[in-house]
């Protein structure tokens, strides 16, 4: 959806010289809602005289008509330095469509500067933090994944994932996955991350606002080797079993490790995840309680309704099985009252299926309320149906 926003062309800025070229405005500006996923903008980093920070330019791109996306790059930092100088001059902004357009600036702008930093973030621990386990962080299956799990995956057919999954209720499946000398050296990792988190003061950001302890493995060098495992493995089992909630379209996740025992976190709220596929492995050691209870999936509207009998399921983890689940599947952890459980945690995420969800005005396939409001609904019309054709009959007889 294009947003236009028709600026008076009296309160232009003057033309902008870049590159020699002196490019004149266009007549009206418009920037659409919703950015272009697949263009690569162009690269503003070396025009350090901005009066606006080079990324903004890059981040803007995205926004701009489809017809301007090929054009030369002055001409688009003309387009966006223009509209850019006219809102951050104007103090009013009365008019509703200029409301908007200011709203997505705004959010661009916000989104640009927060991924900035957590670049800035990321990059101060990789070049300052030294792995114990280097061969952690390329994705060799056969030193991270058991045999049986590798081999299903290739097979790729519904048949060869269900030959080594269980299903103990619809939408859970658990399965044996990671190798015990990978589960063994990725803790030994993280337990050497915590260390240098320790001894360096360094303030790392915990995974979730749900966790006091956890790390996350994204952020001090392990992004490559997830997005590999997810894009190998987790997409080709979410694109059989999750298709409704974008399993053949997962592009990015959040990988992170939890901790629990004593002096760590001690249980996990009742939630949904931030994701569209969630893979749950427990990497060990020993310990006592820590279930995971699942309780049925329910849409944004329905996050709160109450659970159904056949929904409930209590799970217990064993170091090495996984459990695969859809974000939206509502699910908590119980504690863990003895001895320490750290679980590794990869929230998988579907740009395609977040984007068409804002469009999507009807009912959730895969929300179990909406499913059962569905079927209420089709109940009452089908009795009014009858009783409508009844009363006919009754009345064609007499
Ligand atoms: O502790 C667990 O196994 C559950 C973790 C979890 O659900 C989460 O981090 O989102
Ligand atoms: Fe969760």
């Known amino acids: ?119 800035e973030y990321r990059q101060r621990i990789i070049s300052n933090y030294q792995p114990l386990h280097r061969e952690l962080f390329t994705m060799h299956a056969p030193s991270v994944l058991v045999p049986a799990f590798v081999k ?40 050497n991350f915590e260390r240098w988190v320790h001894d360096t003061r360094f303030r790392i950001m915990r995974p979730n606002t749900m966790n006091k302890f956890g790390a996350v493995l994204d952020d001090f060098g392990l992004e490559t080797m997830l997005d590999k495992l997810m894009n190998d ?32 976190d001690v249980e996990l709220g009742f939630h949904v995840d931030d994701s569209e596929v969630t893979l749950n492995v427990c990497l060990g050691r020993e310990f006592s309680g820590g279930e995971l209870f699942f309780r049925g999936v329910r849409c944004d ?9 056949e929904e409930i399921l209590d799970y217990s983890h064993v170091p090495g099985y996984a459990v695969l689940h859809r974000g939206r599947h509502r699910h908590g952890a119980r504690a863990t009252t003895s001895g320490s459980r750290v679980n590794l945690l990869v929230w998988c995420r579907s740009s395609v299926f977040r984007e068409l969800k804002k469009y999507q005005k009807e009912c959730s396939s895969w929300c179990a309320e909406c499913q059962r409001e569905k079927k209420e609904r089709q109940c009452i019309s089908i009795a009014a149906t009858k009783q409508e054709l009844l009363k006919r009959i009754g009345n064609t007889s007499s």
């Open 301 to 309: 509207k329905h996050v709160n309704t109450e659970t159904q009998s």
């Open 233 to 264: 493995f987790i997409r080709p089992i979410s694109k059989v079993f999750f298709p409704e909630v974008g399993g053949s379209t997962l592009d990015s996740h959040h990988g992170f490790v939890v901790e629990y025992g004593m002096d760590r």
């Open 152 to 191: 299903a995956v290739r097979d790729n057919t519904e048949a060869s994932f269900r030959s080594i999954m269980a299903e103990p209720i619809p939408g859970i499946y658990t399965f044996e996955m990671l190798q015990p000398r990978f589960c063994e050296m990725l803790l030994s990792e993280v337990e």
């Open 1 to 119: 959806m294009a947003l236009e926003a028709s600026i008076d062309r009296r309160n232009h800025a003057q033309s902008a010289t870049t590159n020699g070229a002196v490019v004149l405005p266009p007549a009206s500006y418009r920037l659409r809602l919703n950015p272009s996923s697949e263009h690569k903008p162009d690269s503003y980093d070396d025009l350090h005289q901005l009066e606006f920070t080079p990324l903004l330019f890059s981040s803007l791109e995205r926004y701009l008509p489809p017809t301007m996306l090929s054009m030369s790059r002055d001409v688009k930092f003309q387009y966006m330095r223009d509209i850019l100088m006219k809102y951050s001059r104007d103090g009013e902004r009365t008019r509703e469509k200029d409301v908007l357009l200011w709203q997505v600036i705004c959010a661009t702008i916000q989104s640009a500067v927060s991924v900035q930093r957590h670049k």
